[in-house]
């Protein structure tokens, strides 16, 4: 039987975004009973694995502090017709202020939101009840930089006794980051001070990629395994002849600076089909187009936009394309900030088995494994981007070449059997270390 995890999130679990798609790929052996959620945004779950669930959010939060309710933090089930209908309102309005918050990125309101978790007590006896009802063998979260995610995984721990994984996706630690903001620095000063601490409470800490992890381990003296994304390598995917023209497919954000580089791709089709349409690049994203954007994209008559769609349909969507696409921003900012996370999309592409084409900053850790990996056609600069990618279309015979050599990639490297093998044995050695302490 595999321990009881409790899982720490500050999104809802939820198949349709990154956070919870990387959740289930994790969790997805097992049983219901066996694993729940603490979570911290007035989002409504939606996955097959968890069905035990407590929220705490920032409406409760000031609902708390008006009076307007007890306890900051609610039992969550996912049949409960009354509450689904109530979250979504909540979760509407939730997304129209964190949107504004990630498009803006001011500190003083990010303090603000700081301010009111340290203000208003969260730590409910119905949080306390909740955990110990669970009764967890491990408890398991990402990392975070938001203060109080680290408040709560120390009083979590603290009230269930039992031992920590801590799982890094993106770079929370280094000061090699670009801004000309003091307030920037004195909050990445303090969550410096928040990771140093999550991290040694750690039993286990994993990292997304290879170099995340070289570099932690420098700073801390720590292990940092790698913990990849899986896919299902069992069979080859289906092939079929190129389309005509090329279905070029990008499925990801296009903010932090990303929709620059998508620019620059569809300023290469725009001259690669002067003279016959040879490829269309397609574009399925989550986030806001604005007319500008919209405009910018369509004027080169190579784009199609598709907008958002269900993470169950992009496996089709990916075998129905030629060439999957890849991009990270060259804004100093960003380059920096990404140069050790992983786009997990990747293994989505692996898996496809098609050519995948990327163009970001040489040193960002995705176009860096793509390249040193020789799993990808990489470009960083614009220069480069016409040449490499009028190289690919004009050699459609190439591409199923290519995709075979991505995918035995993947099969390597993140075959879910092998990689979730490891991370089950894993829990199980945490969980017992809590039985000999």
């Known amino acids: 039987m595999k321990p009881k995890i409790l899982v720490i999130s500050r999104d809802s679990w939820n198949d349709t975004n990154n956070s919870g798609n990387t959740l289930s790929n994790l969790f997805q052996n ?3 009973d066996r694993i729940a959620n603490l979570y911290c945004r007035d989002e409504i779950p939606n996955n097959k694995i968890c069905s035990n669930y407590f929220k705490i959010s920032e409406s409760l939060l000031v609902k708390k502090l008006l009076r307007k309710v007890t306890v ?24 129209k202020l964190y949107d504004f918050f990630r498009k803006n990125r001011f500190h003083v309101f990010l303090w603000g939101r700081e301010l009111l978790w340290k203000m208003v007590n969260w730590k409910s006896k119905e949080l306390k009840d909740f ?8 408890i398991y979260s990402p990392s975070y930089d938001s203060f109080y995610m680290h408040d709560i995984l120390k009083f979590v721990q603290k009230e269930s006794g039992v031992k920590v994984v801590y799982f890094h996706c993106d770079d929370l630690v280094t000061y090699r980051q670009y801004s000309w903001s003091p307030l920037y620095w004195i909050n990445r000063y303090v969550l410096r001070k928040h990771m140093d601490k999550s991290i040694r409470l750690a039993a286990k800490n994993y990292c997304i990629i290879d170099e995340q992890s070289r570099v932690y381990k420098k700073i801390y003296n720590l292990d940092f395994d790698i913990l990849y994304k899986t896919g299902d390598f069992t069979n080859f995917p289906q092939t079929h ?3 005509i023209p090329l279905k070029l497919i990008y499925t990801g954000n296009i903010i932090y600076g990303r929709i620059h580089s998508l620019f620059s791709i569809a300023d290469a089709l725009k001259v690669i089909n002067s003279e016959e349409i040879k490829a269309k690049l397609y574009l399925y994203t989550a986030n806001e187009i604005t007319p500008e954007v919209r405009q910018r ?30 991009v990270e921003s060259f804004e100093k900012q960003q380059m920096l900030a990404t140069s050790l996370s992983f786009s997990t999309k990747i293994v989505d592409y692996l898996e496809a088995g098609k050519p995948i084409f990327a163009m970001g900053w040489k ?21 480069e981007v ?7 279309i004009d050699h459609t015979e190439s591409l199923n070449e290519n995709g075979l050599k991505a995918w035995n990639f993947g099969k390597e490297k993140h075959n879910k059997n ?15 270390k809590n039985a000999i302490v």
């Open 72 to 95: 900051a933090g609610m039992k969550v089930q996912k049949q409960d017709a009354t509450s689904v209908t109530s979250g979504i309102r909540d979760e509407q309005n939730e997304k």
């Open 131 to 138: 955990i110990r009802d669970f009764n967890p063998d491990v």
């Open 418 to 432: 092998e990689v979730l093998k490891k991370f089950e044995s894993d829990m199980e050695m945490v969980m017992t």
């Open 386 to 392: 016409l040449d490499r990618l009028r190289d690919l």
């Open 30 to 32: 097992w049983e219901t």
């Open 297 to 326: 994209l369509k004027s080169s008559e190579s784009v199609e936009i598709m907008g958002k769609v269900p993470y169950s349909q992009i496996p089709e969507i990916l075998n129905d394309g030629d060439i999957l696409v890849h």
């Open 241 to 243: 002849s190129p389309n």
């Open 363 to 383: 040193e960002a850790a995705s176009i860096k494994y793509l390249h040193d990996n020789g799993i990808g056609i990489t470009a960083n600069t614009s220069e």
